[in-house]
């Protein structure tokens, strides 16, 4: 092993991970079952934001287990010489010039919007949050963003309300919207276009391909 780099292993004798799922604990929002109680629920985003962090530090991670109920190790390596090539850095990532640059996220869940927020950030993006459905439309008028990431089942005002009272507002209509739920049936799509959504995306979501999105630019939504 080099010496110029720092290893970090971290075991436990946990619950494990499944070999089907080891290809994609990394992905953002990927999820082993749960138990029914739901005790070790979590939210599919942490390892995700682990591995962001890392590799903005030029390192790698990696995750291995034996399989259910027989633990799991994460190792993370890192350069400490300062003549090693550098990871790409949060400016290196910055949307060029034209691209999105700021976004807003719909969620009320707090948990997951402030660790998507993580993740768009170290991507380079301002994000604002607004945790009802009722202060998207002020924070929208406020902050301004290209694009709007709205989750759908919001209490008392529903996504789809959101998106309806965007696309009324002239100053805000040339706003894309991207639902991002976990409602992604047919008939959810369907509404969601009708109330004025431009694309849809089902969690789990991978986070590559929500950057994708924000990375085909701001063309004026088509009539």
């Known amino acids: 092993m080099s010496d110029r780099c720092a290893v ?6 946990g619950i494990g991970i499944e070999p089907e799922m080891l290809p994609r604990v990394f992905e953002t929002f990927a999820q082993a079952e749960r138990t ?11 390892l995700a934001l682990v591995k962001g962090i ?3 530090h030029g390192g790698t991670v990696e995750a ?3 399989g259910v109920g027989r633990g799991a190790e994460f190792t993370i390596v890192l350069p400490v010489a300062p003549d090693l ?5 949060a400016t290196a990532l910055r949307p060029a010039p034209g691209r999105v640059q700021r976004v807003l996220i719909v969620e009320d869940n707090r948990d997951a919007a402030e660790t998507l927020r993580d993740l768009l950030e170290l991507s380079g993006y301002t994000v604002e949050i607004a945790y009802a459905g009722a202060d998207a439309m002020p924070a929208a008028q406020r902050f301004q963003p290209e694009v709007i990431l709205c ?9 789809y309300e959101v998106a309806a009272a965007i696309r009324r507002d002239p100053a805000l209509a040339h706003i894309r ?3 991002l739920s976990g409602y992604g049936q047919d008939e959810d799509r369907r509404r969601g276009l009708a109330a004025g959504f431009d694309h849809h995306l089902t969690k789990p979501v991978n986070f590559e391909d929500l950057q994708r999105l924000l990375e085909a630019g701001t063309e004026p939504r088509p009539e």
Request: proline letters at 8%; a neutral charge; aromatic letters at 0%.
């Open 54 to 56: 890392v590799e903005l």
């Open 177 to 179: 919207l991207i639902v």
């Open 151 to 159: 989750d759908l089942g919001l209490p008392r005002i529903s996504g």
């Open 36 to 46: 029914l109680d739901r005790t070790r629920g979590g939210l599919g985003l942490g």
């Open 64 to 66: 291995r287990s034996e």
């Open 85 to 89: 090539q550098p990871g790409p850095t």
């Open 8 to 13: 970090l292993t971290v075991r436990d004798t």
